[in-house]
T-cell receptor, first 111, second 114 residues
Framework: QQQVKQSPQSLIVQKGGIPIINCAYE??????FPWYQQFPGKGPALLIA?????SEKKEGRFTISFNKSAKQFSLHIMDSQPGDSATYFC??????????FGAGTQVVVTP | GAGVSQSPSNKVTEKGKDVELRCDPI?????LYWYRQSLGQGLEFLIY????????KSGLPSDRFSAERTGGSVSTLTIQRTQQEDSAVYLC????????????FGSGTRLTVV
């Protein structure tokens, strides 16, 4: 069964909008939560990651919000640009183990 | 090398033939992973190598799939008697396998079985 549930499957926003992607997990042993960005024809690339000891992390226009009690985390893309159009994957791991990936969200930012 | 290198980048093969896909991880990365991504789909875990430990083969879809990692570095994924449903992008990733280290993915091998 999928250990990390990701939604929505796809979303379209206008330039300047804030796409939000949500992920939920069950395994309380998970303690590292990265997000990956994948452009067509390329492998996924690490975008930003968070540990459960903080509730928010920002890197440029990308923000992760983390809710430990709800076992949920989300990615916000501030002031989205057409160049942000890509597939985004959330993931979780218990430090030493392999990553559990979400199913991916295709984001389209229209001009 | 600077990144994870995969070869070939594209492979077209006839149904029933065997194929080998190669992955060169980042130097010093002890963990190596193979994933499969079908068109527009998510990342399907195949196999995981960590140092000298026995590999985690729990994701291999059938006994036609096998992988090895020689000298703790280069890995080869072999698919025997390829089927059309094997058509996908095969992604390799490596990591330091230390707490908080992310995966670095290669660009993948696009396999088409005709």
């Amino acid at each position: 069964q999928q250990q990390v549930k990701q939604s929505p499957q796809s979303l379209i926003v206008q330039k300047g909008g804030i796409p939000i992607i949500n992920c939920a997990y069950e395994n309380t042993a998970f303690d590292y939560f990265p997000w990956y960005q994948q452009f067509p024809g390329k492998g996924p690339a690490l975008l930003i990651a968070i540990r459960p000891d903080v509730s928010e992390k920002k890197e440029g226009r990308f923000t992760i919000s983390f809710n430990k009690s709800a076992k949920q985390f989300s990615l916000h893309i501030m002031d989205s640009q057409p160049g942000d159009s890509a597939t985004y994957f959330c993931a979780a791991t218990d430090s030493w183990g392999k990553f559990q990936f979400g199913a991916g969200t295709q984001v389209v930012v229209t001009p | 090398g600077a990144g994870v290198s995969q070869s070939p980048s594209n492979k077209v093969t006839e149904k029933g033939k065997d194929v080998e896909l190669r992955c060169d991880p980042i130097s010093g990365h002890t963990a190596l992973y193979w994933y499969r991504q079908s068109l527009g789909q998510g990342l399907e875990f195949l196999i995981y190598f960590q140092g000298n430990s026995a590999p985690d083969k729990s994701g291999l879809p059938s006994d036609r799939f096998s992988a090895e990692r020689t000298g703790g570095s280069v890995s080869t994924l072999t698919i025997q008697r390829t089927q059309q449903e094997d058509s996908a992008v095969y992604l390799c990733a490596s990591s330091l396998a230390s707490r908080g280290s992310g995966y670095t993915f290669g660009s993948g091998t696009r396999l088409t079985v005709v």
